[in-house]
């Protein structure tokens, strides 16, 4: 009895042809938008290095001026005793 169900017509259970080409499909596309975000980051960083040459300033000046500034531009407290 068991052999007459397992012959039926039309009881196929195996997956369909197209769930499997999605899969593969949307792996593919997985892959090539983590290849663009990281493409799109090392460009990033490239430019981030590249900036400070172009403009003709140097990572220790960079850091430098913000201090240079509150040197320059420290309020002065003096009161005035009456």
């Known amino acids: 009895m068991t052999d007459e169900r397992e012959n039926l017509p039309g009881d196929d259970r195996r ?18 938008g983590v ?11 490239s430019a981030e290095q590249a900036l400070p040459l172009k403009l003709g300033h140097s990572s220790k000046a960079r850091t430098a001026l913000p201090s240079a500034w509150h ?3 420290r309020p002065t407290h003096k009161c005035k005793a009456n």
Do not use: E, F, Y
């Not at 080409?21 to 792996?27: E, I, Q």
């Not at 290849?35 to 960083?45: D, E, K």
């Open 71 to 73: 040197r320059r531009n």
């Open 35 to 45: 290849g663009m975000a990281w493409n799109a980051n090392s460009q990033a960083h």
């Open 15 to 32: 997956t369909p042809r197209w769930m499997g080409l999605a899969v593969v499909g949307l792996a593919v596309l997985s892959l090539v």
